[in-house]
């Protein structure tokens, strides 16, 4: 009985762990991933808020989730705007896949969920997600960007998801 | 020769009467209102940027979200809250005097200050 709590506690560890072990190999990623990385992550959280807006009752959630979809929208957007400015290619890697693949098992998860047990899966997985991604963001993927404009744009987009971190700790701490 | 400074009645008159314009001018400056003064405030790239260091009541913000976020300019006391799209400006006149916290209601880490003399 505790070894199976035990090695289900591993195994949820060994999913949260993929995305940063997955990251931290990509060392050194050029604009053309990196842009296809930050791109992917903004995508991946504004999937997670559909899901959330979708599904959720709480106004407190529902606000949270709102502004997600719009503030990752508008990076989203402006990535775009920016790559295509470049002539740069988004390019599919490791880490982005990485990054999808935890996500869609993370949304498959939590469509079976409902009410204040959705909310809590929802909000304690962005406090992580958000982590993983300022950490990515922080360590990697600002210090490796070549263009200017790229690496401005990381910049604006790690002190924002900083914002979303936090605003996702307090909604957590309330919803205990 | 030693020059001997002359100083006649009407000389001082001219003098007494310059120093007297020159008093009621600066006055006037004092008793009339001063025209209330608009200032701008710039939001860029998830912050706020400085505030007027000299404001007075009546004057009024201009804040430009030049970002390409949404934010707020939130009073803590509740005395304005304006909500920006990305590029859009909005105008906040300032009625009461004192130091006013505001924040962005979306992003809280987003903070400024405003000191308004009376
Ligand atoms: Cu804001």
Not at chain 1, 101 to 106: D, E, I, T
Not at chain 1, 131 to 147: F, R
Not at chain 2, 42 to 71: C, E, F
Request: with cysteine; glycine share 6%; net charge positive.
């Amino acid at each position: 009985m505790i070894l199976r709590h035990m090695s289900a506690a591993a195994a949820a560890l060994a999913l949260l762990a993929l995305p940063a072990a997955a990251m931290a190999q990509a060392a050194k990623p050029n604009d053309a991933q990196i842009a296809h990385i930050a791109y992917t992550a903004g995508q991946l959280d504004i999937a997670a808020g559909k899901q959330a807006l979708a599904k959720s009752h709480n106004k407190a959630v529902r606000d949270f989730a709102q502004e997600m979809v719009r503030d990752h929208t508008a990076v989203n957007d402006q990535a775009l705007a920016l790559v295509k400015k470049l002539g740069v290619t988004p390019q599919a890697n490791p880490t982005s896949t990485a990054l999808s693949g935890a996500a869609a098992a993370k949304l498959k998860a939590y469509a079976k969920l409902s009410g204040a047990a959705f909310d809590k899966a929802y909000v304690d997985n962005e406090v992580a997600y958000h982590k993983t991604v300022n950490g990515a963001l922080e360590s990697t993927l600002i210090p490796s960007a070549q263009n200017g404009e790229l690496k401005a744009l990381l910049q604006t987009g790690l002190k924002l998801f900083t914002e979303h971190q936090h605003h996702a700790e307090m909604l957590a701490a309330g919803l205990k | 020769m030693i020059a001997k400074p002359v100083s006649t009645f009407a000389q001082r008159a001219l003098a007494a009467a310059a120093a007297l314009a020159i008093l009621a001018v600066a006055v006037a400056g004092c008793a009339k209102p001063a025209q209330p003064r608009t200032f701008t405030v710039t939001i860029a790239q998830m912050a706020y940027g400085p505030t007027p260091p000299s404001m007075r009541v009546g004057d009024s913000i201009k804040w430009v979200n030049a970002d390409i976020l949404q934010h707020t300019a939130t009073a803590k006391d509740g005395s304005f809250d304006v909500d920006l799209p990305p590029k859009a400006t909005a105008t906040t006149r300032i009625a009461h005097a004192g130091t006013v916290d505001f924040y962005c209601r979306y992003h809280p880490g987003m903070t400024g200050r405003l000191s308004v003399a009376g």
